[in-house]
């Protein structure tokens, strides 16, 4: 009961935060204040925001690595994951105001460690993907299309959409996600024989066919048994 009170209060400060901060930047992009006194207004509130709900500056939100904040945010596992999801809405606001300022390489720098602290948070269950999560995450994604993710990140992505029940998205992931990572083929495999589980509608649905299901799950079984060949034989 402490533990969901807790969480409660932190998503209601955090919902305070996000309306002034929004507020900020809307009117920035009506232009009725001075670019400099309206950043450092929206600077300075996901400043307070982060130092309020997390006890974290926002530099140590974006420098510290991923397994220092976990030590940070504690063993509850549901307090540090909400934790999570409270950095990468936050430090989003901080990558927008970064490209409304016209600083573009900057903003992709802090996008991608946003989506990082957001795929911290959804590990993969669809109960948990709340609206504004599903909005900021997709954002990220369409915004960090153009540009290599790690590996990791594409790791994480591929599982997002499966809950999304995206499934053609995973596929565009997949076999880039193998060249890079001949492991992940275990996985893939895997995804594949969960997707054959659905009905053809929820394959239809998530814009994957059965037919082509069954096409990519036989080309990765081939190359799972060509890597298996080529390990018998080093």
Do not use: W
């Not at 900020?24 to 509130?45: I, S, V």
Request: hydrophobic letters at 40%; proline letters at 3%.
């Amino acid at each position: 009961m402490i533990e969901s009170d807790y969480i409660v209060r932190m998503f209601t400060l955090l919902g305070r935060a996000l309306a002034k901060i929004t507020l900020l930047k809307e009117t920035k992009n009506a232009g009725l204040l001075k670019e400099t006194k309206e950043y450092e207004e929206a600077a300075g509130e996901v400043e307070q925001a982060s130092r309020d709900l997390l006890g974290l500056t926002v530099e140590m939100m974006r420098r510290l690595p991923i397994a220092d904040l976990h030590k940070l945010f504690g063993s509850d596992p549901a307090i540090a994951r909400t934790r999570f999801y409270i950095a990468g809405l936050l430090l989003r606001q901080v990558g927008d105001l970064a490209q409304l300022s016209g600083k573009e390489d900057e903003s992709i720098k802090i996008y991608l460690r946003t989506l990082s602290l957001i795929f911290e948070y959804v590990p993969g269950r669809e109960d948990l993907l709340s609206d504004r999560l599903v909005e900021a995450t997709d954002f990220l994604l369409a915004k960090l299309d153009s540009y290599d993710l790690p590996a990791s990140l594409k790791h994480n992505a591929v599982t997002y959409y499966e809950n999304r029940g995206m499934y053609s998205k995973c596929e565009d992931i997949i076999f880039e996600v193998i060249e890079e990572d001949p492991e992940f083929l275990q996985e893939a495999v895997s995804l594949y024989g969960r997707l054959l589980a659905k009905s053809d509608a929820d394959l239809e649905k998530g814009d994957l066919p059965r037919a082509e299901v069954e096409q990519a799950l036989s080309e990765l079984r081939s190359k799972q048994a060509e890597l298996t060949s080529r390990r018998n034989f080093s």
